[in-house]
């Protein structure tokens, strides 16, 4: 171990020391503090701009809810309609997830219980365009901190890989 004084502010030992300051640590846990640091406080502008993890979690919660919909949906219009090969392999992907068990019945009874209220969706509550909007909201927040502590700018054609 060696004394170091610190060019950036660093979590070492769970204790935050600012730049500038001398600490006693292996070259590595210094690096690993500092690292430390700015995750802390990238998710500490996340909160500040985009909502704590709580709130986070609610617009996840909301946005599983209508993807739960959608498939339930999905499920039930290509038991009903099993037109094409696409929506026949989607079923059978499913049924396979759901073994024994009836898929369209399953898809059926869900629904019911949505729509006659024994289920609620915090999705159903706020409403489509209420969740969309928040979700693209906390997730433009969320980017934009990530942006500015990457120094990126996305461009919004941006190819992606399937590396």
């Known amino acids: 171990m060696q004394t ?24 590595e846990a210094i690096a690993l503090g500092i690292q430390r640091a700015v995750k802390a406080d990238i998710r500490a502008q996340i909160e500040a701009r985009a ?13 599983l809810g209508i993807v739960l919909m959608h498939t339930l949906a999905d499920v039930i219009a290509t038991s009903e309609n099993p037109g094409n090969e696409a929506q026949r392999r989607r079923l059978e992907i499913m049924q396979a997830l759901a073994g024994e068990a009836d ?13 006659s209220g024994e289920a609620i969706l915090t999705a159903s509550l706020k409403g ?4 969309i909007d928040e979700t693209l909201a906390r997730s433009t927040e969320t980017a934009q901190v990530l942006i500015q502590a990457s120094g990126a700018q996305p461009t919004g054609n941006e190819e992606t890989t399937n590396a």
């Open 4 to 27: 170091t004084k610190l060019q950036a502010d660093a979590i070492i030992g769970g204790k935050r020391y600012p730049a500038g300051a001398d600490v006693t640590a292996k070259p």
């Open 51 to 63: 909502g704590d993890a709580l709130s986070l979690l609610g617009t996840q919660a909301d946005v």
């Open 103 to 115: 898929l369209g019945a399953l898809a059926q009874a869900a629904l019911a219980k949505v729509t």
């Open 128 to 131: 489509l365009e209420g969740v």
